[in-house]
């Protein structure tokens, strides 16, 4: 078996991968990508609408010319490219890591790294995992997977389409489907709010007159052969209202009800979950609980905006180099999510740099703000015109607001909504 | 695939557990045998929707003819494993008591499975329920142990078992929904709603839920199958609430209860509820049961969590009286009733191809062994069972094993490419066969990968491409 050696090994070449990779290679690390489809960019590829890279690039661009910018800066640099290759077993021993990577190409090859970067990004919960209960019929498929058979293999996987759950990918998929042709008739939220981002509610469902239900649950998928339609119930006051439950008629439904970080590698390498993302609990260089083994992009979290990911998996690229020559933090603070907080990622800053932290909200509020406090003193708020849990939110602690840090033991930072 | 208009000397009517095992018995004999189905693959009835158990022979009393069987049933599956290379391991059963009346009522039975012979069967102290099943709610008060119980794969034990028969000259025609039948001289014939039609002089009906119908086309005896519907959940195989051993709640005098079952590929199965429904074609779940599920499996195991639910579906039971129905037919010749196998029908199977090769015996059926019956299936490696030196090995003669098509059970293309030259041909006969679609992201990734194998290896066209046979389309249209 063929064997190679890095200072870094990242899994996934989506947009977090490539940057982590290009942050490695310009630090002066030898890094590789292993990436099991064929070519790089993950879930980019299939994203061709536009609304990427306002941040990262300046400018609005489309999934695919995205994940190419992203290449670009990659190739022609020292990091090694393995697409079409799984890694299917990771040993994350404390000094040398080893990735057994499994490829049509090459066989199976065995990589090993001081560094390992988790960068597999996340899957969509699909029916069982919301458990709606009736028939199981052809014709039910998640979002991102109807987003690939129209975008890249050219297929209609249906004419008259339900979507359930108001997720940036069904409300997407809303919007491609009634180009292409097909009726969307509905989409139907449990909660009273969408969870997707307001942009997308504006222009994938409102631009195209098609129904928004909110507090409305789908209890029951009909059709013995290929889905004939979908009973809804709705909600108030929290009870389902049986008696008013109603069947719209189609032959599709796509289901957008969340995307949960795919961290089974990370089981098997040992890493700790945090229950809350799902992803790693990481500190304040994002390394995981096993030493040497960082996580960034949204297997660490799930963020909303690509450009964020690239922010983020930047910071780690740039982590895993300062870590692989030796720097370690001298003493973090524990950051803790406070009320109205769905959770924080990282879970600990470093007093003596600048940190960013990002974090989800609970409620959905106008004129928000949110208190840094340290060990239970407030030393910073920041006004925010509008939270809700769809949008991710992120704040920088900068030195000075982790002064007070020192002196203190078990210092705490905790990060509030009000 | 045959076009149906071949002689026979035995026509066996529905692919399920049964017919296999007695097509594949009867492949040993010098006969002219076929299997047909109504469904688009085998095992696409009651056989893939059911707890997978192989029982532990204490249930039901001797008087039975179903405890008779599953008693002999069970004990022939360590040859059979040998012989068709399906997943099956005796993990074994616990029986779990929490009330002192429980524990009369687990008395009972283990004295029944002593009258039936059981090995290995002894009643258990608190300290010992614990030890064989650590994952057991502390307040058990004790119950019963069968080392001899397991787990087996049902629709893998039908795969291999009709490979085996194919293998030794069995035919098998799918498609096929037997509309009508006569019998003129020593010979039926036996007529497909498509048209085709296929001569034999026995027929042996084991079409599970439709035996009552297909009993009523051969003019044979008149009989109502009714379905029992069980609701299952699965759960991810990094689940914290896998078990050691199947645990089994004290049944009651309607069911065995719900369970809670370590699969044999890793994955954990709870349920199933007993409900009789009106309608043979409604295998759909309900809010009500499934959570009535979650609470009565928490009870027995308490680690057990719903975030941990990758799927749930129904399957259906033929329930007819409360034994089997296998004898040959009283009104028609040539015509052997195989009715009414609700559980223990899985584990009692193998024993049912036995019996019903006596019964066409002595019905006059001449058998005379072949000299180059050959019992065994070829093993077929799987790549998530081997070691990464093992899988470089396999994909430097066919790079195909090293090619992952499902990530979450872990299956290669080269597995994909040899179930569909075995036959199966849908999304979900690739699924039972492979596993792939089967784990926790249910074909969120995987599914345009297997659509375009499957066309690519039998240059089917996107509309022809179903769920499971029939109008299960999986697409509509092209761009």
């Known amino acids: 078996m063929k064997e190679l050696t890095y200072d870094a090994v990242v899994i996934g070449g989506g947009a977090a991968g490539m940057a982590a990779a290009r942050e490695l290679d310009a630090a002066g690390c030898s890094c590789a990508i292993v990436e099991r489809e064929e070519r790089l960019g993950g879930i980019l590829g299939q994203c061709i609408h536009n609304g990427f890279g306002l941040i990262e690039f300046n400018e609005e661009l489309t999934g695919p010319e995205f994940a190419e910018r992203m290449e670009e800066r990659v190739r022609g640099t020292g990091v090694a490219v393995y697409t079409g290759a799984t890694v299917m077993e990771v040993d994350a021993a404390p000094e040398i890591k080893s990735l057994f990577c499994y490829s049509a190409s ?57 979507v359930i759950g108001s997720g940036d990918i069904g409300l997407i998929m809303a919007r491609r489907m009634s180009w292409i042709g097909c009726k969307v008739h509905a989409v139907v939220e449990i909660l009273p709010y969408p969870s997707g981002l307001t942009r997308n509610i504006v222009q994938c469902l409102h631009d195209f007159g098609i129904p928004l239900y909110l507090s409305h649950l789908t209890t029951r998928i009909i059709g013995r052969e290929r889905v004939e339609g979908v009973e809804i119930t709705p909600i108030e006051n929290g009870a389902l209202m049986h008696e008013k439950s109603f069947v719209i008629p189609c032959d599709t439904v796509l289901l957008s009800v969340g995307l949960v970080p795919e961290n089974e590698l990370s089981k098997d390498a040992g890493v700790e979950l945090n229950p809350m993302t799902n992803g790693p609990v990481v500190d304040s260089m994002l390394m995981t609980s096993v030493p040497g083994v960082f996580a960034c992009g949204n297997v660490l979290h ?89 949008e991710m939110l992120s704040v920088d602690l900068s030195r000075a607001d982790l002064a007070t840090c020192s002196g203190s033991p078990d210092p705490t930072v905790e990060i509030a909504l009000a | ?101 429980e524990m009369r009522a687990i008395e009972q039975l283990y004295m029944q499975g002593v009258d039936n012979g059981v090995i290995g069967i002894e009643m258990c102290s608190r300290e010992r329920m614990l030890e064989l099943e650590p994952k057991l709610n502390p307040d058990v ?173 129904a399957g259906l039971r033929p329930t007819l009286g409360d034994d089997f129905y296998i004898e040959m037919s009283k009104k028609v010749p040539a015509f052997a009733q195989v009715a009414g196998i609700q559980s223990p029908g899985l584990t009692a199977s193998p024993a049912i191809g036995e019996y019903v090769k006596d019964l066409l015996k002595k019905a006059g059926l001449k058998l ?20 990464p030196y093992e899988v470089d090995q396999l994909a430097a003669a066919d790079p195909a094993y090293a090619n992952m098509v499902c990530r ?38 995987c599914t345009y990968k297997i659509m375009k194998i499957i066309m690519r290896e039998t240059g089917l066209s996107y509309s022809d491409i179903t769920k499971n046979g029939g109008e299960s389309r999986m697409l509509k249209d092209e761009l």
């Not at chain 1, 940190?355 to 340290?374: G, W």
């Not at chain 2, 199965?269 to 007993?274: H, V």
């Not at chain 2, 005379?368 to 070691?387: I, Q, W």
């Open chain 2, 1 to 101: 695939m045959k076009t149906g208009s071949g002689r026979y000397d035995v026509c066996i009517v529905g692919a399920g557990v049964c017919g296999a095992n007695i097509a594949r018995r009867l492949s040993a004999y010098e006969l002219d045998v076929v299997l047909v189905d109504k469904y688009a693959d085998v095992s696409f009835g009651v056989s893939k929707g059911n707890s997978g158990i192989i029982h532990g022979g204490f249930h039901h009393g001797r008087q039975h003819l179903k405890a008779r069987l599953e008693i002999q049933g069970a004990m022939m599956f360590d040859r059979l494993r040998q012989e068709l290379d399906f997943p099956f391991k005796r993990c074994g059963i616990v029986v779990a008591a929490f009330h002192e009346d």
């Open chain 2, 141 to 313: 008060l004790g119950g019963l142990w069968v080392p001899g119980g397991g787990i087996v794969e049902p629709y893998r034990f039908v795969f291999s078992l009709v490979e085996s028969a194919r293998k030794n000259g069995v035919e098998l025609l799918t498609d096929f929904k037997v509309s009508a039948a006569a019998r003129s001289g020593d010979e039926w014939t036996v007529r497909a709603e498509d048209g085709r039609s296929i001569k034999a002089r026995y027929v042996v009906n084991a079409a599970g839920l439709f035996a009552d119908e297909v009993s009523a086309v051969f003019g044979a005896e008149e009989f109502a199958i009714k379905a029992r519907k069980g609701e299952y959940y699965l759960l991810d195989r990094l689940s914290k609430a896998r078990t050691e051993r199947v645990v089994f709640p004290v049944p009651t005098s309607v069911s065995k209860g719900m369970l809670v079952i370590p699969t044999v590929e890793g994955t954990v199965l709870i349920g199933p509820t007993a409900d009789m429904v009106d309608d043979k074609g409604d295998a759909a779940t309900t809010r009500e049961h499934l959570e009535k599920i979650l609470s009565s499996a928490r009870a027995m195991i308490p680690a057990i969590s719903e975030n941990d639910v990758i799927t749930s579906f």
């Open chain 1, 106 to 162: 090459f066989g199976v090859i065995r990589l090993n790294a001081r560094a390992i970067v988790l960068a597999m990004g996340c899957r969509e919960r699909n029916r069982g995992n919301i458990r709606i209960p009736g028939d199981r019929p052809a014709g039910v498929y998640t979002a991102g997977l109807a987003q690939r058979l129209v975008n890249i293999e050219g297929f209609v996987p249906g004419r008259n389409v339900v």
């Open chain 2, 368 to 387: 005379k062994e072949k000299v180059d019956y050959d019992p065994f299936v070829g093993k077929r490696p799987h790549v998530k069972d081997l070691s």
């Open chain 2, 408 to 445: 979450c059970e872990k299956v290669s293309e080269a597995e994909i490419v040899e179930a569909v030259r075995a036959g199966h041909t849908t999304l979900d006969g690739i699924k039972y066969f492979t596993r792939a679609q089967m784990g926790r992201c249910q074909g969120g990734f």
């Open chain 1, 302 to 390: 799930v963020h909303d905006l690509v450009d964020y990911v690239v922010e983020e998996a930047k910071r780690a690229g740039a982590n895993v180099a300062r870590w692989l020559k030796g720097e370690r933090p001298q003493a973090e603070a524990r950051i803790k999510a406070g009320p109205n907080v769905r959770y924080v990622a990282p879970s600990r800053a470093d007093p003596s740099r600048d940190n960013k932290i990002y974090l989800r909200s609970l409620v959905v509020k106008n004129e928000a703000s949110l208190e840094i406090r340290v060990n239970n003193r407030v030393v910073r708020t920041v006004k925010k015109a509008h939270i809700q849990p769809s």
